[in-house]
């Protein structure tokens, strides 16, 4: 499956943005889908995860209150909303996917900038 994620840019504190994810090449249905973030010097951390359905969506404790994720199977998109942005949260952020059942992300988008200024 391809991941093409957008939907970054340069915000303020306090404002909202949402990130979308398109992917292409197998059945959308097929996949646990997560975000994910990258901190400049930092490790890759894990955002945010949904399942095939919608129905269970886990969300860092980072995070939590602030973001949350969903998605479109019609239109193959997996979406991370993100609001009260503070400038902690500046990273490239990137989806993920994997196969219902099993534990590692083995497709990864490009990512996307996120920007957060005080």
């Known amino acids: 499956v391809q991941l093409q994620a957008s939907g970054g840019g340069s915000v303020q504190a306090g404002d909202s943005l949402r990130l979308s994810c398109a992917a292409s090449g197998r059945s959308f249905n097929d996949f646990v889908m997560g975000w994910f973030r990258q901190a400049p010097g930092k490790e890759r951390e894990f955002v945010a995860s949904?399942?095939?359905?919608?129905?269970?969506?886990v969300i860092s404790n980072s995070v939590r209150g602030r973001f949350t994720t969903s998605r479109d199977n019609t239109k193959n998109t997996v979406y991370l909303q993100m609001s009260s942005l503070k400038p902690e949260d500046t990273a490239v952020y990137y989806c993920a996917a994997r196969l219902n059942g099993n534990i590692n992300y083995a497709y990864w988008g490009q990512g996307t900038q996120v920007t957060v200024s005080s």
């Open positions: 949904i399942n095939w359905n919608g129905g269970i969506t």
